[in-house]
């Protein structure tokens, strides 16, 4: 006999006598059973059971068949196939993102796509680590370790927006090392023997009756992250960035070469947005990516297309205005076309591209050797150009 309880462990919703128990080596581990009730019982993500040890969670709202009215009959209510997951499954609610221990001096991103080297599988399973900690401390603290004895060759690692179970899973595909996970502890480099299925209701299987219908397997995101394009972004931007203390939001080694939220150039930490939800499920992160990459998706990135002299001064950036001038920072007054045909000496060569907002200029300097190119959209004031440094095409305008 299992008893199932409320998050809090207050409440007993309900005691089962049998149940299936499903697992896969080096996948997906879960418990489901069917309930009949003369009443409704009120199930809510987070509900628990305890078997053998481990805890089972439920991370889904059930779906329930209504046979006879309340209190007619023992099965007035049928729950069928409900499912309740190992605490592994908290590792595909957690993004594997670039992020290194902060003793280890490597370079990193904090980004949802990236690739790095690995000397060998301990490398892999330190990220690991660092991620889970980004969100599960205290008693939900998750403990990644590597057998000794496990020998494994250097790898180069592609990563493009996976979870962290998803990550757990490269160490047997990139490293072949075997895996276990058994509570909040990852141990890899296991011995043990691979087999192909376990027959039983499992992921893929979505659950349904006539009344009522819902898919155990739904992703939940409670939290999300979204990321802009590179386009205009300067050369270690968010590094240049202070906090309200004069320290830099982020450290020297971390490189963010995309755009991210606005609340990340606060304390370069929260690129993301919480949904009003994230109490009662739980944090469930995801990720997207507004660069461009996905059609059906709005690219966002820097741009004064639009912009106005009064949004500056909302911004608290002073531009004056000319009297009867309409404010807009994104009308090309004139300009000067540029024609290579051979015979130019290698002297600088000057050209302005006017807008009529002069104040405009401080913003729009060359640093770090980085070249902004100029669109349709965007206006700069471009000086020094030499022969030979640059290639400017287009009509000039």
């Known amino acids: 006999m299992i008893e199932i309880k409320s ?3 207050s409440i007993v919703r309900c005691v089962m006598n049998e149940f299936d128990y499903n697992g896969v080596f080096m996948g997906e581990c879960f418990i489901t059973f069917d309930i009949k009730s003369p009443s409704p019982i009120d199930f809510s993500i987070g509900d628990y059971l305890d078997y053998r040890g481990e805890r089972f969670t439920l991370n889904y709202t059930p779906a329930k068949k209504k046979q006879a009215r309340n209190g007619s009959y023992g099965e007035a209510f049928v729950y069928d196939g409900l499912k309740f997951n190992s605490s592994a499954d908290e590792l595909t609610r957690c993004r594997f993102l670039d992020y290194v221990s902060a003793d280890n001096k490597v370079h990193f991103s904090s980004l949802p796509i990236f690739s790095f080297y690995a000397i060998s599988v301990c490398d892999l399973a330190e990220r690991i680590q660092v991620n889970l900690d980004r969100m599960y401390q205290g008693a939900q603290k998750w403990t990644v370790t590597v057998e000794p004895s496990f020998v494994s060759k250097d790898k180069n690692i592609s990563v493009n927006n996976i979870s962290c179970f998803d990550a757990v899973s490269l160490a047997n595909s990139e490293f072949s090392a075997n895996f276990i996970i058994r509570g909040r502890t990852i141990k890899i480099g296991t011995s043990g023997l691979s087999v192909g299925a376990v027959f039983g209701y499992g992921k893929g299987n ?8 819902t898919n155990s397997d739904n992703l939940i995101i409670t939290r999300l992250m979204a990321y802009g394009s590179q386009r ?3 050369n270690k931007y968010y590094n240049k960035l202070k906090k309200a203390d004069g320290t830099p939001i982020i450290p020297e080694s971390q490189y963010v ?3 991210m939220l606005p609340s990340f150039s606060i304390d370069g930490n929260n690129n993301y947005i919480d949904s009003p939800n994230i109490e009662k499920y739980g944090v469930r992160e995801g990720c997207v990516y507004f660069d461009g990459s996905d059609t059906n998706i709005q690219e966002i990135y820097p741009s004064i297309d639009g912009m106005t002299a009064n949004d500056l ?5 002073q531009v004056s205005i000319d009297a009867g001038d309409n404010g807009r920072l994104d009308e090309i007054a004139s300009a000067e076309q540029i024609v290579d045909d051979g015979n130019i000496d290698n002297k600088d060569i000057y ?3 006017y807008t009529k907002k002069e104040d405009l200029y401080n913003s729009c300097v060359m640093e770090d050797k980085v070249l902004y190119y100029v669109s ?12 030979g440094r640059y290639l400017m095409s287009g009509n000039g305008a």
């Open 351 to 353: 050209t302005d591209i």
């Open 257 to 259: 070469t995309n755009l």
């Open 313 to 317: 001064i909302s911004a608290g950036i």
């Open 206 to 213: 979505g659950l349904y009756d006539i009344e009522q219908t």
């Open 376 to 387: 349709a959209v965007d206006c700069f004031k471009c000086t020094g150009i030499k022969k």
């Open 232 to 234: 205009n972004l300067p």
């Open 7 to 9: 998050k809090d462990g």
